[in-house]
């Protein structure tokens, strides 16, 4: 009896330990995988000061469990794909309606997302009751400012930063786009208007000009630069410039790119980049192109000391504009229909990890007049020069913040001709090796 009672049992352990094996076999990289994405792109994104979003569509936000669990899981910021513009909030002269916005601004909140609010001013997406409208100029400003001041004091310390004026360049020799009802109602002083409406209505709010095709040094991004480098000369609040980036696979980063950022830095502007999708050829065969892209724009933006955020336009490949707006392209997001990760979401990861883990290194040091330059590699505006063991109030360069620090007055002084120990930490705590100065 106990010998067979031993038996069943053995068999009993013999098989659940088989089980067990199995289990862990079949479904440990899976759990491992979930693991893994558990932490998402926000977990990487947060630890380098750095904001990853989507923009998000009110109605799979409403019925999709899988569009708001990856929208939780990945980032950490977020925009609405339209519950934010004119035609949406304010469909009447004397009616506005809050009730999508809310549902996205909540579920930012809830969900520790910083919020973009897309957008203002804008000659598309506007009511009827405003385009067949008959506005004297002094009726459409005071039309314009009750908008941004209604809606901003709405969202007062929801929203993070605001795409005040949206696509307000034409693009060819004439800057600005005349075809717009703001433009042709109250002239081209509707920008500066718009901006200072906005800063009085929510003085925390951070202010873009947001348009595409704004990230090269092409005519188009000229008129950009003229337009706010103008702002910002007559003292109107603009804090940022939004380069929308709905691009192909073809697309490739390169020096125009980072000449831009600079110039734009110079002015004292953030920089984000607001709406990147990367549309390819939906002819069957998957893109091997697109991950490079992702990568490049994201790395570009990480390793730029006045890029904020790379914002996607959208979630899945299921919900996106681009379909129906670039027919036969499409595919142009990092998750795929069924929101499984596609190669462009590693090659974001990726990019994300990068800026993260490249330790700090120092190649040389000069001193003179009581002041320390150290040049290196992998630097952060962030980081820390430490001397003999003491850390030192340290300044990136503001042109080249990756690769060169300034100590004006280093503490304790040193002595021109003194040996000293030199390291760099960088905020993700990551040190140098010491560089002995002589
Ligand atoms: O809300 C109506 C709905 O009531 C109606 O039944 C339906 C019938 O077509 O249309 C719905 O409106 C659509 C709206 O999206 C909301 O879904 C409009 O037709 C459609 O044209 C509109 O497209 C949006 C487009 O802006 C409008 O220009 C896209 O979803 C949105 O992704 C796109 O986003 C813009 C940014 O705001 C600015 N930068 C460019 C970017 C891509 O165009």
Redesign the pocket.
Known sequence: MYFALMNRWMRATTWLSFLITLAAGTFGPLIRQQAQTKEGLQALAAQRDFYIGA?I?VDPLRREPSYRETLQREFNAAVA??AF?F??LHPARDRYDFKDADLIADFAQRNGMKLRG??LV?H??LPAWVTNGSFTRAEAIALMRDHITTVMTHFRGKVWAWDVV??AMEGKDEPLRTDSFWYQKIGPDYIRLAFEFARAADPDAILYY?D?DAEDMGTRSKHVYNLVRDLKQRGTPIDGVGW?M?IDDNFKINGDHRKNARRLGELGLELSIT?LDVRTKTDGTPSAKQSAVYRDVATFCLTEPNCRAVIL??VTDKHS?VP??FPGYGDALIFDADYRPKPAYAALRDALQTAITAPPIITAASFAAGKLTVTGQNFDRKSVVWINGKPQKTEADKAQPTTKLTIKKADPAIAPSQAVKLHVQNPDGKLSRVFDYK
């Open positions: 923009a569509a794909e339209n513009k035609d949406a897309h957008t804008w598309k997406q949206n696509e947001n595409f929308q709905h709406e336009w959208g504009w129906a707006f």
